[in-house]
């Protein structure tokens, strides 16, 4: 054990860029799925429009599913370097933001099965010729809606690890500040778009996400490319010993 955390500690730069290509696999991943297929295909308002949409392109709306699910993949990973490089900041912080990472995302890979179930009242199984194909388009799309809904809590607790992380990133002086303000300024937008979904639904919108994306993408690239200021990060880890 304390070989391997004196290992870890001799080569932070290499568990940052790994982080931070995951996390840019877990940005394109869940652009890919969210506004590349279900923006796509989702006709909002229109069960029958939609149901067709997602019959016509079954391996599209498979694909989504399955780019969702390597994103959360990525999750772990990223979430566990990122508690190991900020750890130094505070051990405590450090292990909340962990914890609330980790139940976004289980509720996200739960959420999952709204949209398989919204495929299988598409299918043309034997029980499902109880129900009319009204009823059937009309099932699926509320699949999608409860699928929107769960993403919208799920990222209530993704918006505690934005803000979190920000603070972190903050007092860390082994990255920079603006990426903590950023990260923050993320996690507002996030808990505000999510407690608008739940509140007043109309207030709803994707422009109240763009400051996460830069955000977000400005921290993976940093990662990438610039890593950890190694000194002063090694100086915060012997501190702490």
């Excluded at 900020?86 to 980790?102: C, D, G, I, T, W």
Aim: net charge positive; glycine share 6%.
């Amino acid at each position: 054990m304390k070989l391997s955390l004196k290992k870890f500690e001799d080569s932070p730069q290499l568990y940052a860029r790994i982080a931070g290509i995951l996390y840019l696999l877990i940005i394109v991943t869940g652009i890919f799925g969210e506004l590349l297929v279900r923006n796509k295909l989702l006709v909002y308002g229109d069960a029958n429009a939609t149901a067709n949409n997602i019959m016509k392109s079954e391996l599209l709306w498979r694909m989504g599913i399955s780019a969702d699910l390597v994103m959360h993949i990525c999750d772990l990973p990223v979430m566990i370097i990122l508690y190991y490089l900020l750890r130094p900041v505070s051990e405590k912080l450090a292990l909340l933001n962990l914890s609330f990472n980790l139940i976004q995302t289980a509720v996200l890979v739960a959420n999952k099965l709204n949209l398989l179930a919204a495929l299988f009242f598409l299918g043309d199984a034997e029980y499902l010729k109880s129900f009319s194909p009204e009823q059937l388009h009309a099932l699926s799309y509320l699949s999608i809606k409860l699928h929107d809904f769960g993403f919208g809590i799920g990222l209530i607790f993704f918006g505690f690890v934005c803000l979190i992380e920000g603070y972190l990133l903050f007092k860390s002086n082994y990255f920079p500040q603006t990426i903590g303000v950023l990260m923050s300024i993320a996690g507002i937008c996030y808990l505000t778009n999510s407690f608008a979904l739940l509140l007043v639904p109309q207030l709803s919108s994707i422009a109240l996400l763009m400051p996460c994306l830069i955000a977000e993408l400005s921290f993976s690239l940093w990662l990438i490319f610039k890593g950890v200021n190694l000194p002063i990060w090694k100086n915060s880890v012997y501190k702490n010993i």
